[in-house]
């Protein structure tokens, strides 16, 4: 374990909250709410987080969320990564969650931002850690879906951080809810997509241009296409790149192979993360060492990803400036 890890005070702006159920959390949701699962030991589920791609992923994690049920299960799984959070020094976090999943189930969307609220608002009193939301709209459920889902969004917007598209990426570009994201641009939410994870440098072109992205998420196929790379460099668009959820979903066949290095050699605008830590078996802190025994990442850049974290966030600028206090403290310590 890296100590000048596990010390540095952290920014997360890239983890679903459903990606954050442990194996132990899985069973025990799904004996409280009687649901029948495939599994039935934590063996069993551990075993079960292998995956060949993105789109198998996403099948698995989807399926695993049958277990929640309530707005009181978002709220301890809301806890658990929260006390995670304190663990790992992660000072402020902006989770992904979303309301389709649970209404096609015939279950209530209410459940799903109050379960979350209310462990944030938990979360700052206990814990001292900021963040919010950033509902998704499902990408590969189609536009109209997402239309629906907005009609429920719309109604809740000072209560969210900003609005993300995210799920299996290759076949359903950003252009598909182009119209949609002009509304909700309008509303003066920021915007994020998925982008470029396992769809070419053309799909990060469409979150830019069709939905007018603030962050993207992931961009790690950006080098593919030089122009690109040319447009990032000069926008510093964030970029919040997981390194273990590459690996784990063989877009890159092992850690060393990651661009991760190369991003932040050109320039860009590249922040850590973990994406789904439970499914992937890391967390942000597992994420900073990985691409440092694998990739060459120094302690500067770590530091400087950092910073680019707390900058691209959305927590408000006296927050940043706050954040941004800890880590000089922070650093400052070390050189005395
Ligand atoms: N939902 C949860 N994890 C995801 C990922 N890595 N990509 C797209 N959608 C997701
Ligand atoms: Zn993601």
Known sequence: MSEF???LPKVELHMHIEGSMMPAMLLQLAEKNKVNIPYETLEEVEKAYQFKDLTEFVNIYLQGTEVIKSAEDFYVLTMEYLHK???QNIQHTEVFCDIRTYVDRGLPPEMVIEGIEAGFKDGLSQLGITGGMIPCFIRHEGAE????????????TQRFLGIGLAAVEVGFPASMFNELFLEVR???????????????ADYIWSAIRDIEVDRIDHGIKALEDPELVKYLQQTQIPLTVCPCSNTALHVFKSMDQHVIG??????????????DPAHFGAYLQENMEAVQQHCGITDEQIIRMTYNAIDASFADAQRKNELAKNLDFYLESLSN
Do not use: R
């Open 186 to 200: 309008a509303t003066g939410l920021p915007v994020v997509a998925h982008a470029g994870e396992e769809g070419s």
């Open 5 to 7: 890890i596990a010390k």
């Open 85 to 87: 959070c304190q663990k």
């Open 145 to 156: 879906k997402a239309w629906e889902d907005w009609q429920f969004y719309q109604q809740h």
């Open 262 to 275: 190369q991003m932040l050699d050109l320039g860009l605008n590249v922040t850590i993360n973990s994406d």
